[in-house]
Structures are given as structure tokens and as C-alpha cells.
């Protein structure tokens, strides 16, 4: 039986509104490409039209940056070469420190060691203040020494101790590395070395590279032979000053300057090598010994209180309150020493009192008391007989 036809009616619809859909399509990528390639080549277009137009810029540009670099170029020459020429003329002249203090008559800083020390004093005051304020206030600090101060604070201390005067430091409170740029200038401007240069080869005769390998003990006994032969004031100033970098090296755990670190610092202060450095500090005890302890002489013989040394004192002086005894009572006991109720022979206290060969006789009814009372008795009844 043939099929009815409204089915077939539908079929031939949907292949025909799908053949449609696909055409559709087509056309629009076929536009859409058409369209794309006429992009192409409008942008094409103005891109030659552009292009020498854009070359042109290009090399102004060009032109411009590069004759500004040689323009910067000239004037960084002239300015360089303006700069020799100032810093020549500068050389030159002898140069003026305005910032720093005018020399006077009572300077510390620049003069020879045994004149900047007081008469009552083995070191100099800034010396002396700057290390007993570091050992208090600047072993703990990180990077003393080497760390500067603030040049303004070090030079406005240089006046105030140029003029003599004693600074009590702890009362200001300054800065500990502001004390510390202060005692590296003090050092360095010494006008000579503390180890003086005759001297010098003797105590640098190692050129050894290891420290550790060049520290003998025949030359630890060499540096300590030779420090002896300094002079007095420089003696006091090196062993003062190798004690407090000692105890600064000694706190290098917190301070993290050991002493090699302030090898480095000190080296061209003090004018020494690096062995002699590390011989001065790191033994310490070694070079600088302490004094010995005096001893008592051997013909001094102390003396203690003993019973005849005290029979010797004078007594006191009696009593005016007590009775005297009558002339007649005395009479009768001499005449009768043996009257048991007169007469009382007393236990000497001490082979002095023993050896008297006169008994005492007790004119005092009281019969206790202290040894001093007892010697006031003794002597008051012989005062009577």
C-alpha cells in the first residue's frame, strides 16, 4: 500500500530547509572572507602610504637623540675637566680645616705625649675619659671602632678637651662610637708613634704570614723585653690601651669585633704590623704582667696587746667620791700588816704583778669589776701605802 502523502510532503521539507541553512552559510564565510582580504589590503595600502612618512620621523629622531648625547658628552667633559682643574688648585694650597678647633696654647690633640699629661696623672685626660667610658658603655656595642661617629658631636668633645678641660663624659652621655672616633683621632694625630721607630724593626723583625704560627713564646718574651724600654709616658698609654681593646676583643660575641677586626681599624693608627698587634692584645697578661703584690718586710715584727702591754697603760685617774682611809687606820695596819681584818694580799693578774715583792693591800670594799677598774685599784692602793 502506497504511503500517504503528507509524510512524504514533510521529508522533502527538511532536506530542503536544510540544503537552505548550509547555503546560508557559505554565503557568510564567503563574505566575511571577502571581506577580511579587502581589510588586508586597505591596511596594506596605507601602510606604503605611511611608511616613508614614518621613516622620516624615525630619523629625526634619530638625528636628535644623538646630537643630544654628544651636547651631554661635551658638558660632562668640561665639567670633569673643571673639577681636575679646581681639585689641582686646591693641592696646591695648604689646606684649612675651618670645622676643626684653632690650635692654642693648652692643646691636647697634635702635641707631644709628656706635654699633653697632667703633672698628677700618668695618661692623658681624653685618653683616660674615652677608655674608662668605653669600658662601660661601649664593649656591648655592635661595630665599635669601626663604625665613625657624627664628625659634628667628635669635634664640639676635640674643643672641650683641647682646652684642658675634664669632661665628665657619663653625665653627657654621648654616642660610644662618637668616644671611640675621638680616641682614633687622638692616636692619630700623635705627632710621634708610641713604639718609637728606633725601636720598631726589633719588635717587627717576623715577616711570618700565619699569626697564630708566628706568636712563639721566645718572641712573646722578645716583645715583653722590649716594651720595657719605652719610655715612661708611652709605657702607660700602650699598656692602658692594649687592656681596654682586650676587653673589647673579649666581648666579640656581641660587639662582633675580635681582634683581627680591630687589627684592621688600628694598624695604620698605631703604625704596627699585624703579628705585633694581635701579640699586644690577644696576650695581654703575657707582655704587661701585673705588679707584684709587696710584701711585708722581714725585720717588721708585729706587736699584740698582751697583759704586761696593758699593765703598762696609765690607769684612770680614781675616783674623788670614794672614803680615804684615816691616818690612824693606816698607821695601824703597817704597824700590824699581819691583822687579818685589815689586811688582804691581792692575786697578781700577770708575771709583772708577780714580780713586785711589795703585796698589795685593798683599800676598796668592791671586788669585781673590769681589768681596767681592777689596774685603777691596784694603782690607787699603792698610791696609799
Known amino acids: 500500500m502506497a504511503p500517504s502523502s503528507p509524510d512524504y510532503v514533510s521529508l522533502d521539507d527538511n532536506d530542503n530547509n536544510h540544503g537552505s541553512q548550509s547555503d546560508r552559510f557559505a554565503r557568510l564565510m564567503r563574505d566575511t572572507r571577502t571581506k577580511v582580504e579587502a581589510k588586508k589590503l586597505e591596511l596594506n595600502a596605507t601602510m606604503q602610504e605611511k611608511l616613508p612618512e614614518w621613516r622620516q620621523k624615525g630619523a629625526i629622531y634619530s638625528q636628535f637623540a644623538r646630537e643630544t648625547g654628544i651636547e651631554w658628552s661635551r658638558k660632562g667633559k668640561e665639567a670633569v675637566d673643571r673639577w681636575k682643574k679646581e681639585l689641582a688648585e686646591r ?206 718586710p722581714r725585720h717588721f715584727k708585729s706587736k699584740t696587746l698582751s697583759d704586761t702591754d696593758l699593765m703598762r697603760v696609765p690607769p684612770a685617774k680614781p675616783s674623788r667620791n670614794h672614803i680615804k682611809p684615816s691616818s690612824s687606820s693606816s698607821h695601824k695596819q703597817q704597824r700590824n700588816p699581819t691583822a687579818p681584818a685589815a689586811v688582804e694580799t691581792l692575786k697578781p693578774r700577770s708575771k709583772s704583778m708577780s714580780s713586785s715583792s711589795q703585796p698589795f693591800i685593798a683599800t676598796w670594799k668592791r671586788s669585781t669589776g673590769t681589768r681596767v677598774e681592777a689596774i685603777g685599784r691596784q694603782f690607787e692602793a699603792k698610791w696609799n701605802s
Not at 671602632?145 to 665628665?168: C, E, M, N, Q
Not at 662618637?178 to 719588635?203: A, C, F, G, N
Not at 697564630?212 to 719605652?230: E, M, N
Open 91 to 296: 693641592e696646591s694650597i695648604p689646606p684649612v680645616l675651618p670645622s676643626r678647633p684653632s690650635t692654642t696654647a693648652g692643646m691636647i690633640f697634635g702635641v707631644p705625649l709628656e706635654q699633653a699629661i697632667p703633672p698628677d696623672a700618668s695618661l692623658p685626660l681624653v685618653v683616660q675619659r674615652c677608655v674608662d667610658y668605653l669600658d662601660t658603655h661601649g664593649v656591648r656595642e655592635v661595630g665599635i671602632y669601626r663604625i665613625p661617629g657624627s664628625l659634628s658631636a667628635v669635634h664640639k668633645l676635640r674643643a672641650v678637651f683641647d682646652t684642658g678641660t675634664d669632661v665628665d663624659l657619663p653625665s653627657l652621655e654621648p654616642d660610644p662610637h662618637v668616644v671611640s672616633t675621638l680616641l682614633k683621632m687622638y692616636l692619630r694625630e700623635l705627632p710621634q708613634s708610641i713604639i718609637p721607630s728606633d725601636l720598631y724593626p726589633k719588635l717587627n723583625d717576623d715577616d711570618n704570614d700565619d699569626v697564630d704560627d708566628a706568636i712563639t713564646p721566645a718572641r712573646l718574651q722578645s716583645v715583653k723585653s722590649l716594651t720595657t724600654q719605652l719610655p715612661i709616658h708611652n709605657m702607660h698609654l700602650l699598656r692602658r690601651l692594649c687592656r681596654h681593646l682586650k676587653n673589647v676583643a673579649d666581648h666579640h660575641d656581641v660587639n662582633r669585633m675580635p681582634t683581627s677586626n680591630l687589627a684592621v681599624v688600628f694598624i695604620p693608627t698605631l703604625g704596627i704590623d699585624r703579628t705585633l698587634f694581635h701579640c699586644l692584645v690577644d696576650h695581654y697578661r703575657d707582655i704587661f704582667p701585673l705588679p707584684p703584690v709587696p710584701s711585708k
